[in-house]
């Protein structure tokens, strides 16, 4: 069983919004914190976000500050991406990471920091 799964991708216009979700099944990871990354064609998969436990502690990469919005369900093992104002340079392929392999941290910026990813959803953003 996949333990997490992203859903919500699509095609939109410059300037709209969409809402990505990740939900964390079938386990209970010992770290509940996660992130956001993206890859887009022809590049390396980067940062976009991410958030502790409690969702008061978050982190994003500056080109994403003031448009994107991490978020989380705790109760449902969901995390959210709210996406606003897009724009074409976030076209790409958006992952969802679980399952910090280490601990101390408020929330985790690096690939090597997760041990469970889903299989991604795609954003396209038109200009």
């Known amino acids: 069983q996949v333990p997490v799964v992203e859903s919500g991708g699509g095609l939109v216009q410059a300037g709209g919004s969409l809402r990505l979700s990740c939900v964390a099944s079938?386990?209970?990871?010992?770290?509940?914190?996660m992130g956001w990354f993206r890859q887009a064609p022809g590049k390396e998969r980067e940062f976009v976000a991410a958030?502790?436990?409690?969702?008061?502690?978050?982190g994003y990469t500056d080109s994403v500050k003031g448009r994107f919005t991490i978020s989380r369900d705790n109760a449902k093992n969901t995390v959210f991406l709210q996406m606003n104002s897009l724009k074409p340079e976030d076209t790409a392929v958006y992952y969802c990471?679980?399952?910090?392999?280490?601990?101390?941290?408020?929330?985790?910026?690096?690939?090597?920091?997760?041990?469970?990813w889903g299989q991604g959803t795609q954003v396209t953003v038109s200009s």
């Open positions: 958030i502790g436990y409690s969702g008061v502690n978050t």
């Open positions: 990471a679980a399952g910090p392999r280490i601990s101390g941290r408020a929330y985790y910026t690096k690939e090597n920091d997760y041990r469970y």
């Open positions: 079938g386990r209970t990871f010992s770290n509940p914190a």
